[in-house]
C-alpha cells in the first residue's frame, strides 16, 4: 500500500474514535506518532497513541465504544491487564491499526487535555495535545528518537511556549529520579538555536 492509503486508514480510524469519544463525553488527545505527524516531520508510525482522561473505572463503557467503532481489545484478561499497566491496546482488525489507550488523570495530563487543539479529520474534530504538551511527551520517553522528534517539532513551530515546558519539566524533574528533563529540554532548544 502507497502512503495515501495508508494515511487515509489513519485518518478514518482518528476520525471514528474522535466522534466516539465525543460523544461519550470521554476527554482525550490524541499523543504520540500521529501528533508527532502534526507538528514535526512525516514519519511512518504504525499506531496511535491516545490519553484518556478518565480513570480505569470505566473500563467496561470504554468497551462498549471500542464494540462500536469496531476495535478488538488485545488482552485476554482486559480488567487485570489495565490495572496494572494504565493501558488498553486495541487493533483495528481490517488495517492492522493497533491503538493504545492510555488511562491517565494526574493532574498534568488533565491540563493538558483541556489545552488540545481540536483538527478536522474527515469533517470530525479530532483533539490532538497541543505542541507544548508533545514535546513534554517526548522528552519524559526520552529515547532517541523521541529526542530527535522533538529536535524537529521546536524547528517547525519556533513559537512554543517555552516558559510552560520548563515549567511542567522541572516540575517532573522534582518527582522522579531522572532529574535530568529540563537539562534535556534545554540541550534540544540549543541546538535547535531557539
Not at 59 to 73: G, R, T, V
Given at each position: 500500500k502507497d502512503c495515501k492509503d495508508t494515511q487515509f486508514m489513519f485518518e478514518e480510524i482518528?476520525?471514528?474514535i474522535g466522534d466516539s469519544l465525543s460523544r461519550n463525553n470521554i476527554p482525550y488527545m490524541i499523543i504520540g506518532g500521529q501528533a508527532v505527524l502534526l507538528y514535526g516531520e512525516p514519519r511512518l508510525t504504525r499506531?496511535?497513541?491516545?490519553?484518556?482522561?478518565?480513570?480505569t473505572d470505566?473500563?467496561?463503557?470504554?468497551?462498549?465504544?471500542?464494540?462500536?467503532?469496531?476495535?478488538?481489545?488485545l488482552p485476554?484478561?482486559?480488567e487485570s491487564f489495565?490495572?496494572?499497566?494504565?493501558?488498553?491496546?486495541?487493533?483495528?482488525e481490517t488495517t492492522g491499526i493497533r491503538v493504545d489507550f492510555i488511562f491517565s488523570f494526574t493532574s498534568y495530563e488533565t491540563g493538558a487535555i483541556k489545552r488540545a487543539k481540536k483538527i478536522k479529520i474527515?469533517?470530525?474534530e479530532v483533539c490532538f495535545a497541543s505542541v507544548e504538551d508533545v514535546i513534554i511527551h517526548k522528552i519524559f520517553a526520552s529515547r532517541p528518537r523521541d529526542l530527535e522528534d522533538v529536535r524537529?517539532?521546536?524547528?517547525?513551530?519556533?513559537?512554543?511556549?517555552?516558559?510552560y515546558i520548563r515549567n511542567w519539566l522541572k516540575e517532573f524533574d522534582v518527582s522522579s529520579d531522572k532529574k535530568d528533563f529540563l537539562k534535556t529540554f534545554e540541550d534540544i532548544l540549543k541546538i535547535a538555536g531557539h
Open positions: 482518528l476520525a471514528k499506531d496511535i497513541d491516545i490519553t484518556l482522561g478518565v480513570n470505566r473500563i467496561n463503557e470504554f468497551l462498549a465504544i471500542l464494540k462500536e467503532i469496531s476495535l478488538k481489545p485476554e484478561d482486559i489495565v490495572k496494572q499497566t494504565m493501558v488498553l491496546p486495541a487493533l483495528d474527515l469533517n470530525q524537529t517539532i521546536i524547528l517547525k513551530n519556533p513559537e512554543i511556549d517555552v516558559q
